[in-house]
């Protein structure tokens, strides 16, 4: 099976403007969660899909949403980008998907995004 | 959510074991020990997890303390591949979310 993919690798911004990033679970996987890591703050949950119904979110400004399509891909989306923003964005699936302690989360290689 | 603790850095050698440990003194009775750990330049991949009993699998072993308030990661054979950050990760039962709280973890160097 492939595994979870993201895109674009890599995208350079200027402050203000809107970013798009995608990924792609693991075929059958209906869980899909978003992550951000930066060297000050570490990995940071921001939210998390299943089934197109945002079910977690963290503790991120409105500017960060998301979203799930019927074949479990999933979006997010950054508005008004500032300095701040620039970090490595993780996408993860899950194959069980009802959440709990014993699932296991794939992740992808990350979008490293540049806000200049 | 239960908090770890880890050393920030550790360093190995080549082919020598490497015992990687975690405290969780607040963990509750239902919590899961899950180990992720994140290569350079990639996302974190899932090592292992285990609740009360010792577990293995082909990459590494983990050990539970009996009241559970510790646990180690063992890497049984060190190879430069294994130069990674890793994590020790909590998770309660139950709740419909798949939500991991990520610490500072373990930096591990591997010298040949």
């Known amino acids: 099976k492939a595994g979870v993919t993201q895109t674009p690798r890599y995208l350079i911004k200027t402050r203000g403007q809107q970013v798009t990033l995608s990924c792609s679970p693991i075929?059958?996987?209906?869980?899909v969660s978003w992550y951000q890591q930066t060297p000050g703050q570490g990995l940071q949950f921001l939210f998390e899909?299943?089934?197109?119904?945002?079910?977690n979110k963290g503790n991120f400004p409105g500017r960060f949403s998301g979203r799930q399509f019927s074949n479990s891909r999933s979006e997010m989306n950054v508005s008004t980008l500032e300095l701040g923003d620039s970090a490595l964005y993780l996408c993860?699936?899950?194959?069980?998907?009802?959440?709990?302690?014993?699932?296991?989360?794939?992740f992808g290689p990350g979008t490293r995004l540049t806000v200049l | 959510d239960a908090k770890t603790t880890q050393p920030n850095s550790m360093e190995s050698n080549e082919e020598e074991p490497v015992h990687l440990p975690c405290n969780h003194s607040?963990?509750?009775?239902?919590?899961?020990i899950h180990w992720y750990r994140q290569l350079p330049s990639q996302g974190p991949e899932y090592v292992i997890h285990?609740?009360?009993s010792n577990v293995n699998n082909r990459m590494a072993s983990l050990a539970i303390a009996e009241d559970r308030k510790s646990s180690t990661l063992i890497l049984h054979r060190a190879t430069l591949r294994d130069a990674a950050v890793y994590y020790c990760?909590?998770?309660?039962?139950?709740?419909?979310?798949?939500?991991?709280?990520f610490g500072t973890g373990t930096l591990l160097a591997v010298q040949p």
């Open positions: 993860a699936s899950s194959p069980l998907g009802s959440g709990g302690s014993t699932d296991t989360q794939y």
């Open positions: 075929s059958g996987h209906r869980s």
């Open positions: 899909y299943f089934s197109e119904t945002q079910r």
């Open positions: 607040t963990i509750s009775g239902t919590d899961y």
């Open positions: 285990g609740l009360t």
């Open positions: 990760i909590l998770r309660g039962y139950g709740g419909a979310t798949n939500k991991l709280i």
